[in-house]
């Protein structure tokens, strides 16, 4: 089937507004991460979804950062009152854990730019 | 520690030629080391990965070296093509954690015609 997708592809906001990210994962995959991947930062971890609860937040940056998710599938990251600094493509993966491997299938993401 | 070290941080090679990117890390509980492929403007694709209980992992021009004493691993590109211009991740993860993988910094590799 269909891959990870996310939308919008690309979302220029004005700093101080709120946003919202959506990532629809693989039919079927019960787990879902959020990554951040920035110029200078690499790839970092945000949060992780097993079903729709989530057991590890760690990587949230701020309390401006939520996350959410709905029937085991679709979720959706808020960023409240964005700053400059959370420029970044917001990426979105899923894997299927039932199945062992830990393989995990990213999406396209989506580039979100502050001014 | 959470940290995986990668280098080069770019590396430019002749078509044919074997790029090797090597990879290191802290912590032991590590248990599953990806790697990922990346085009501009694309997520990251996965392109191999190995458990801690083999040395080796081969798939199709792409072979993964791990050395678990040293705490460290690389992949290997044979007969490299233009086509496999693209930055490289190596990442690490514990399946206890809910397998959040720890990424390398990334390599921009370059296979010139």
């Known amino acids: 089937g269909a891959g990870v997708s996310q939308s919008p592809s690309n979302k220029v906001t004005e700093k101080g507004k709120d946003v919202e990210l959506r990532c629809d994962p693989i039919s079927g995959h019960t787990a879902l991460y959020w990554y951040r991947q920035s110029l200078g930062q690499g790839l970092e971890f945000l949060i992780y979804f097993q079903g729709n609860s989530a057991p590890d937040k760690s990587g949230l940056p701020s309390d401006r950062f939520s996350a959410e998710r709905t029937g085991g599938s679709v979720s959706t990251l808020t960023i409240q009152r964005t700053q400059q600094e959370d420029s970044a493509v917001y990426l979105c993966?899923?894997?299927?854990?039932?199945?062992?491997?830990?393989?995990?299938?990213f999406g396209p993401g989506t580039r979100l730019t502050v001014t | 520690q959470q940290q995986v070290k990668q280098s080069p941080q770019s590396l430019i090679v002749q078509k044919g030629g074997i790029p090797i990117i090597n990879c290191a890390y802290e912590n032991t509980a590590f248990d599953y080391f990806p790697w990922y492929q990346q085009f501009p403007g694309k997520g990251p694709a996965l392109l191999i990965a190995?458990?801690?209980?083999?040395s080796e992992k081969k798939e199709g021009r792409f072979t993964i070296s791990f050395n678990k004493s040293a705490k460290q691993f690389s992949l290997h590109i044979m007969d490299s093509q233009p086509g496999d211009s693209a930055t490289y991740f190596c990442a690490a993860s514990r399946a206890a954690s809910g397998s959040r993988l720890t990424f390398g910094e990334g390599t921009q590799l370059t296979v010139n015609p």
């Open positions: 993966a899923s894997s299927f854990r039932e199945q062992g491997p830990l393989e995990q299938y």
């Open positions: 190995i458990r801690p209980d083999v």
